[in-house]
Nanobody, 124 residues
Framework: VQLQASGGGLVQAGGSLRLSCATS????????LGWFRQAPGKEREFVAA????????YYADSVKGRFTISRDNAKNTVYLQMNSLKPEDTAVYYC??????????????????WGQGTQVTVSS
């Protein structure tokens, strides 16, 4: 499966952005999807994920209550709505997919499919 992330940009602290990740293929609904980020000089970290069969999304503590992940199976797209952005949210954001995985599993097991990153910069 191929993933194409978009929607990044420059925003002031407290602002919002919505990231999108469009995928190819006819089996989108069988994939768990996740968002990860990597800030300069830091390791890549988990942000949010949604399982292939529904259920509750899973979030990193640092974004809980501010970010919302959702999926539209008809459009083969996963979204990350980011509100109340902070300068520490600045990073390159990546989407990832893994077939038949759960939301929690996406945070623990390296996904096999990754999109290119999209830069999010939050100014103070």
């Amino acid at each position: 499966v191929q993933l194409q992330a978009s929607g990044g940009g420059l925003v002031q602290a407290g602002g919002s952005l919505r990231l999108s990740c469009a995928t190819s293929g006819r089996t989108f609904s069988t994939y768990a999807l996740g968002w990860f980020r990597q800030a300069p000089g830091k390791e890549r970290e988990f942000v949010a994920a949604i399982g292939w069969s529904g259920g509750s999304p899973y979030y990193a503590d640092s974004v809980k209550g501010r970010f919302t992940i959702s999926r539209d199976n008809a459009k083969n797209t996963v979204y990350l709505q980011m509100n109340s952005l902070k300068p520490e949210d600045t990073a390159v954001y990546y989407c990832a997919a893994d077939r038949f995985n759960t939301a929690q599993g996406m945070a623990k097991i390296p996904a096999p499919y990754w999109g290119q990153g999209t830069q999010v910069t939050v100014s103070s």
